[in-house]
Nanobody, 124 residues
Framework: QLQLVESGGGLVQPGGSLKLSCAAS????????IGWFRQAPGKEREGVSC???????SYADSVKGRFTISRDNTKNAVYLQMNSLKPEDTAIYYC??????????????????WGQGTQVTVSS
């Protein structure tokens, strides 16, 4: 059974960068569609970015030009490089997997396997 573990969160100043990792076990990620979601206090969870098995990517408007999603199939992992971070990026970030070769989606009900989340705090 596919299990996902996020890492790389932390405290960073506005304008700074972080790189989140989503490591998989129990199955290869190669052909799964992987999404990154985030949930800020008092807000609903929202989709941030998504990458398909073939490598095509999607981004929420709020992070376009600042975040980059990538995958390394040799390490069975997906990454989210976050640059020019803003206080409004503060949230718990989750990675999630959708079925083999599925289209990208920002709807969390489309994803079946979730990690436990990693906290990202952007503050001076």
């Amino acid at each position: 059974q596919l299990q996902l573990v996020e890492s790389g969160g932390g405290l960073v100043q506005p304008g700074g960068s972080l790189k989140l990792s989503c490591a998989a076990s129990g199955s290869t990620l190669n052909f799964y569609t992987i999404g990154w979601f985030r949930q800020a206090p008092g807000k609903e969870r929202e989709g941030v970015s998504c990458i398909r098995g073939g490598g095509s990517t999607s981004y929420a408007d709020s992070v376009k030009g600042r975040f980059t999603i990538s995958r390394d199939n040799t390490k069975n992992a997906v990454y989210l490089q976050m640059n020019s971070l803003k206080p409004e990026d503060t949230a718990i970030y989750y990675c999630a997997a959708r079925g083999l070769w599925s289209a990208c989606s920002f709807r969390d009900e489309h994803f079946g396997s979730w990690g436990q989340g990693t906290q990202v705090t952007v503050s001076s």
